[in-house]
C-alpha cells in the first residue's frame, strides 16, 4: 500500500521547472469551456464571477488546470439536477499589495459532514460507491506544489464551498526555475 501511494503521489508531482506567470481568470475559464456540456447534460447552471486585476500566478498550467477539473467534476457528480455551482476569483490584499488570488467553487444541495471534511483529502477516502478516494487527494498535492491551499465548508443553508488561494506571481520571478517537487 505504502509504495503504491508513493508511485500515485508521482503523478500528482511536479516536476522542478519553469512555472508560467499565468491569469487564474483564464485558466479557469478554459476549465469551464471544457466541462459545460457535462453541466447542461445534469441541468445543473454554472456562474462565473471574476475579480477585476486580479494578480498573475506561477502554475504548470497543465497541472492547475487537472486539478480544476478534478474539483469541478467531483462538485458536478455531488450537485443535483436542478442545481447550481458557482466559481469565483478574487484578489486577495495586505496593506496596499495583492498577495494572491482566492478561487471558490461552491455548489448547491450537497453537504459535507462534519466528521468527513478532515478525510475528504486523505488518499483512498472515497464515499461514492465507484470512487478511488484519489481526486480530491491529488487537488491538494498540486494546490500545495503550487504554494497554496485548499479549504473546505459545508452548510446546509449555503451548500459546498472548496476554496483555494494561490500567492501571486513575483514579477522578479516570472518564469524562473522552481524547486517545488
Do not use: C, H, W
Given at each position: 500500500m505504502d509504495r503504491l501511494t508513493e508511485d500515485l503521489l508521482g503523478l500528482a508531482r511536479i516536476d522542478r521547472?519553469?512555472?508560467?506567470?499565468?491569469?487564474?481568470?483564464e485558466l479557469l475559464q478554459e476549465v469551464?469551456?471544457?466541462?459545460?456540456?457535462?453541466?447542461g447534460q445534469r441541468k445543473v447552471e454554472i456562474r462565473e464571477r471574476y475579480g477585476e486585476g486580479l494578480p498573475l500566478v506561477a502554475v504548470k498550467p497543465d497541472?492547475?488546470?487537472?486539478?480544476?477539473?478534478?474539483?469541478?467534476?467531483?462538485?458536478?457528480?455531488?450537485?443535483?439536477?436542478?442545481?447550481?455551482?458557482?466559481?469565483?476569483?478574487?484578489?486577495?490584499?495586505?496593506?496596499?499589495?495583492?498577495?494572491?488570488?482566492?478561487?471558490?467553487?461552491?455548489?448547491?444541495?450537497?453537504i459535507i459532514p462534519e466528521e468527513l471534511r478532515e478525510k475528504i483529502f486523505e488518499p483512498f477516502f472515497t464515499t461514492k460507491q465507484e470512487g478511488t478516494g484519489l481526486g480530491l487527494f491529488f487537488v491538494q498535492q498540486i494546490i500545495q506544489a503550487h504554494h497554496g491551499d485548499i479549504a473546505v465548508e459545508s452548510d446546509p443553508s449555503q451548500g459546498t464551498t472548496f476554496e483555494i488561494i494561490l500567492p501571486a506571481a513575483e514579477p522578479s520571478h516570472a518564469g524562473a526555475t522552481s524547486d517545488v517537487g
Open positions: 521547472g519553469t512555472f508560467e506567470p499565468r491569469s487564474i481568470d469551464v469551456s471544457l466541462v459545460r456540456y457535462d453541466f497541472k492547475l488546470i487537472q486539478a480544476f477539473l478534478n474539483l469541478l467534476r467531483n462538485a458536478l457528480e455531488a450537485t443535483p439536477q436542478g442545481g447550481r455551482m458557482e466559481i469565483s476569483a478574487v484578489a486577495r490584499r495586505t496593506d496596499d499589495r495583492m498577495t494572491g488570488v482566492s478561487i471558490r467553487v461552491t455548489n448547491t444541495g450537497s
